[in-house]
């Protein structure tokens, strides 16, 4: 398997396990990916040793980082517009 294909299938991976954990009830269990995508910028722009190449590598360590939190985010409106949802069915059977 070439290593474009790992890259691929991992972040198609991390991708599913990210909007599996943002779909659970605990909203803090969806930030588990972004939180460590976190770390692992700030640990991969220490490497290097001039501040330019620290910054671009940050800038590109932290590309994911959008993509999580969009899929954090649109999970999280989805529960709330069925949370919603739930609600207005529990006031049309109040009345």
Avoid at 36 to 46: C, D, E, T, Y
Avoid at 67 to 87: P, V
């Amino acid at each position: 398997m070439s290593g474009f294909m790992r890259i691929v299938l991992s972040f198609a991976v991390i991708a599913i396990l990210q909007t599996v954990l943002s779909i659970k009830a605990n909203k803090y269990l969806g930030l588990l990916i972004p939180s460590a995508n976190v770390l692992g910028s700030v640990w991969v722009a220490r490497q290097f040793s001039d501040m330019v190449s620290a910054i671009l590598g940050l800038i590109v360590s932290v590309v994911p980082l959008a993509i999580w939190l969009g899929i954090y985010d649109a999970c999280q409106r989805k529960l709330a517009k069925q949370k919603q949802d739930e609600i207005r069915r529990m006031q049309i059977n109040d009345l």
